[in-house]
């Protein structure tokens, strides 16, 4: 005897038209004698009715050509990268950018011009004799010709630290002009 | 664009023209400084090595005291002429042995100092010392040293400017 559930997939295969002829005889010869079968059978079918009818009032309510329409706009229209960068920000001059550039340069070049008045007035005063600060002190021989004598160069400090030059003669006569 | 080269040319013009103005400042300092004249003094020092006495005056030289001079145990001054260096004009100063010392002021430096000519001549001879070029600061001797007189040395120390001396 066949399980419940084999007769329930031949009821299926039956209600679907996938038996042979054969089978599909066999079958309703079998459920003339089962009211179960029958019943699932006619219930079966009353849902089938239902549900074209159902599907028969939705689809006259819609265009299928305007929908088909635009599936097909949608499919054909321009593919949007995902990855599009955002379009850059309009520029716009920044009120009084050019009254700073202006007053900067302006301002670098009275710099320079201060520093190299500053350079000058900081170099080495050129007036003032000995005794000015930052006057190097002492004595210092540039140049010397002993002519027939020999002679030796000395550097002596002086009180002050400074270093003081002297030029020693060998002499040779003693006491003559 | 324009009014930002004009500032710039504007400023850097003025900092030249400063510029130049100090340094031709100095230009005629300079030039002024090596027409005027200056004081001078010649210390003419009679140094020996036997014990004796010190002149007073010339304590305050410290320099006579350290070598090469502090083999010397007594030291005379026999004479100290003052005189006026005047550019390109030679200075003659007699020494006690018959020589002479010339002295000439070169020029006055940037800085301040002197830069002097020296010679020591013989009447009739050659130069003693033919040449000498010597830059000083006021106040601060150079020594010609080394000619023998009378059983000593003769010192010659030459001050430009002797006032502004610090010693």
């Known amino acids: ?177 | 664009m324009i009014l930002i080269r004009h500032l710039l040319l504007v400023a850097v013009l003025f900092g030249a023209s400063t510029a130049a103005a100090q340094g031709s400042s100095l230009a005629r300092s300079d030039r002024a400084a090596t027409v005027s004249s200056v004081p001078a003094e010649v210390l003419v020092v009679l140094a020996k090595e036997e014990p004796g006495k010190v002149d007073p005056q010339l304590k305050k030289l410290t320099a006579l005291r350290r070598p090469p001079f502090n083999s010397f145990r007594s030291m005379a001054i026999l004479s100290r002429p003052k005189l006026t260096l005047t550019p390109g004009k030679d200075a003659l100063v007699s020494l006690p042995n018959g020589r002479r010392v010339k002295l000439t002021l070169l020029r006055i430096m940037p800085d301040g100092r002197y830069k002097v000519k020296a010679a020591i001549n013989r009447p009739n001879k050659s130069d003693y010392l033919p040449l000498l070029q010597v830059v000083a600061s006021a106040g601060d001797p150079f020594f010609v040293a080394g000619q023998t007189y009378q059983g000593g040395t003769l010192v010659v120390g030459v001050i430009v400017d002797p006032k502004k001396t610090a010693q």
């Open chain 1, 1 to 177: 005897m066949e399980s419940a559930k084999t007769q329930d997939e031949k009821l299926q295969m039956l209600f679907d038209g996938e038996l042979a002829p054969d089978e599909e005889a066999a079958l309703r010869r079998s459920l003339e004698g089962s009211p179960e079968g029958s019943a699932q059978l006619r219930e079966w079918e009353q849902l089938r009715a239902a549900m074209k009818n159902a599907s028969a009032d939705w689809a006259g309510q819609i265009d299928s050509d305007a929908l088909f329409a635009r599936i097909e706009a949608d499919l054909s229209a321009p593919v949007i990268p995902i990855d599009r960068p955002a379009p850059q920000p309009e520029l716009r001059e920044v009120p009084g950018s050019r009254e700073r550039r202006v007053w900067g340069a302006a301002a670098i070049g009275f710099a320079a011009a201060a520093a190299i008045f500053l350079a000058v007035i900081a170099a080495p005063e050129g007036a003032a004799p000995g005794g000015s600060p930052g006057v190097t002190r002492g004595s210092e021989v540039l140049e010397v010709d002993f002519g027939a004598n020999t002679g030796t160069i000395f550097e002596v400090e002086g009180g002050a630290g400074e270093s003081l030059a002297v030029i020693w003669i060998d002499d040779e006569e003693v006491g003559l002009p």
